[in-house]
């Protein structure tokens, strides 16, 4: 059982998602891509886990492209990513707009045939832990 909050970055619109994971991918798919601005998004899929918007659920609206399955829910005042619930009933939570610290590990890459170009061994780029000086 799983019992998760979240919020987007201006703050207006609050939720949380009660019940099991199924799945966590990356998925590398032009679509996530564009939609992110990212090499990749980041959902955790629910079959049965239920979404409920404590704040601001109507400063939330959901783009979907048309001719395909790809939709996505976004704060209208910032633009942040937020749950959204398909057609399937299938519940899709961005990882990044959760507060609740995420617990499981991703579970796979997906759609890596439309990787992006510079989206290798990023594990051997430097990092530093804020702004580089
Ligand atoms: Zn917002
Ligand atoms: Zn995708």
């Given at each position: 059982m799983t019992h998760y909050f979240g919020s987007c970055l201006c703050g207006n619109a609050k939720f949380e998602v009660q019940g099991n994971c199924d799945g966590f991918y990356l998925c590398h798919c032009k679509y996530c891509q564009k939609d992110t601005g990212s090499a990749h998004a980041a959902n955790l899929l629910s079959k049965s886990a239920t979404l409920t918007w404590?704040?601001?659920?109507?400063?939330v609206t959901t783009f979907t492209l048309a001719g395909t399955r790809h939709k996505k829910s976004f704060c209208k005042v910032c633009g942040s990513a937020l749950p959204s619930t398909h057609d399937t009933g299938l519940l899709v939570i961005?990882?990044?707009?959760?507060?609740?610290?995420?617990?499981i590990s991703p579970t796979a890459h997906i759609?890596?045939?439309?990787?992006?170009?510079?989206?290798?061994?990023?594990?051997?780029v430097p990092e530093f832990e804020g702004l580089p000086e």
């Open positions: 404590l704040a601001g659920s109507d400063s961005p990882a990044g707009c959760l507060d609740t610290e995420v617990s759609f890596t045939s439309s990787k992006a170009v510079w989206d290798e061994g990023l594990g051997d």
